[in-house]
Structures are given as structure tokens and as C-alpha cells.
T-cell receptor, first 113, second 113 residues
């Protein structure tokens, strides 16, 4: 157990639907990062939150949004899902100061059918 | 800008050495190295910071050439447990709360008996 909890582990949904992925960071970590991993693209950065505020944005689609709550857990919302959104979605946390490694959760495998 | 890793794949026999390279076109503040086994989350190996020292972890060590914007991961006397995909992640700013890593596409390392 890495200390970063992601739920659900697996999600199968239809095109056009909306899903929410949840992440609880490791105790004490203020930064949460979301990454999408597909076979041909590797780990693609989506978005970062630090202590409740959005701090960095990557190639996140407009159909995707995220937030970090006061208790520091984070949710990634994916809407109007397309077949191409099928991927592993990882959440990671860190101390947020750039000097610490990331701790990844076990990921959510999203399959859009 | 995604860092470039080489080689894309390498096959070793137990006990052999390997070097994985990571190169960026941008000035770097830090380089992270992670290992991901199939179906699992990436696991943090080590971080190298601008101006810092070469790091080592048992038989796995790494270097960071700031001027060339390159890092190398050295695996010596490889063990079966070293098999997996190795990712480098590069950070461009000096840390603080706005910090994200951009990952390379990974190097698949296979260690055979």
C-alpha cells in the first residue's frame, strides 16, 4: 500500500457518459497530480492541485475537470466520454516542493465501450 | 516537452549491467526515475536535483548532467526483480507549489535468468 488511495479500480462505461475518479493523497502531502497512461502515449500529465488550488495544467481536455477538497482528496471528472478516453488514470501525491518523489496510487482503469 | 529516453527496450541476463538515458531539450531543475511493473503503479526510485550529487540506491544509481540536460540510470549486476518499465520524469522549474513532471515514454527492461 503506497498510501495513495484511488477508487474505483476498474470502471466500464458507455460513450457519452460521465464518471468521477477519486483520489486520497498520502498523509501530509499537499500536492495531487493526475496522469493518464495509455499504451502509445506513456504518462501524460493532466492537472496538479496544491492545498486546494489548481497550480499546473497539462494536456487536459475541456471535457475533463478536477478539484481538490479541503480534506485534500481530489476528484477527476470525465464527461462526454469517447472510446479514446479508455486508459489508466493515475493519481500521485507529493510534498509539492519539487524536491520529493511522487507516490502513485494503484490507478483506475477506465474502459469506454 | 517530453524527454526522450533511450533505449526503448533492453534485454539482459541476470548479473549484466544496463544504462538508460533521458534527454531533454529544456533546462532542467530535477530528474526523477521511476520503475513500473506490468499492471502496477510507477514506483519512485530516486530524484536528482540541479546542483546536487549523484544518487545511488543499492545497485541502482543515476547521474544528472545539467549542462547537457541529460540524466542516466545505471543498473549493475541486474536481478530478475529489476524487470519493468523505467520512466524518467523531468521538472523544469525550481520547485515551490507549482511543480509538475513530464515523463518520457519509458524503457522496457527485461532481465532473464
Amino acid at each position: 500500500d503506497s498510501g495513495v488511495t484511488q477508487t474505483p479500480k476498474h470502471l466500464i462505461t458507455a460513450t457519452g457518459q460521465r464518471v468521477t475518479l477519486r483520489c486520497s493523497p498520502r498523509s501530509g502531502d499537499l500536492s495531487v497530480y493526475w496522469y493518464q497512461q495509455s499504451l502509445d502515449q506513456g504518462l501524460q500529465f493532466l492537472i496538479q492541485y496544491y492545498n486546494g488550488e489548481e497550480r499546473a495544467k497539462g494536456n487536459i481536455l475541456e471535457r475533463f475537470s478536477a478539484q481538490q477538497f479541503p480534506d485534500l482528496h481530489s476528484e477527476l471528472n470525465l464527461s462526454s466520454l469517447e472510446l479514446g478516453d479508455s486508459a489508466l488514470y493515475f493519481c500521485a501525491s507529493s510534498g509539492g516542493q519539487g524536491r520529493y518523489g511522487y507516490t502513485f496510487g494503484s490507478g483506475t482503469r477506465l474502459t469506454v465501450v | 516537452q517530453q524527454p526522450v529516453q533511450s533505449p526503448q527496450a533492453v534485454i539482459l541476463r541476470e548479473g549484466e549491467d544496463a544504462v538508460i538515458n533521458c534527454s531533454s531539450s529544456k533546462a532542467l531543475y530535477s530528474v526523477h526515475w521511476y520503475r513500473q511493473k506490468h499492471g502496477e503503479a510507477p514506483v519512485f526510485l530516486m530524484i536528482l536535483l540541479k546542483g546536487g550529487e549523484q544518487k545511488g540506491h543499492e545497485k541502482i544509481s543515476a547521474s544528472f548532467n545539467e549542462k547537457k540536460q541529460q540524466s542516466s540510470l545505471y543498473l549493475t549486476a541486474s536481478q530478475l526483480s529489476y524487470s519493468g518499465t523505467y520512466f524518467c520524469g523531468t521538472g523544469e522549474d525550481s520547485g515551490g507549489s507549482n511543480y509538475k513532471l513530464t515523463f518520457g515514454k519509458g524503457t522496457l527492461l527485461t532481465v532473464n535468468p
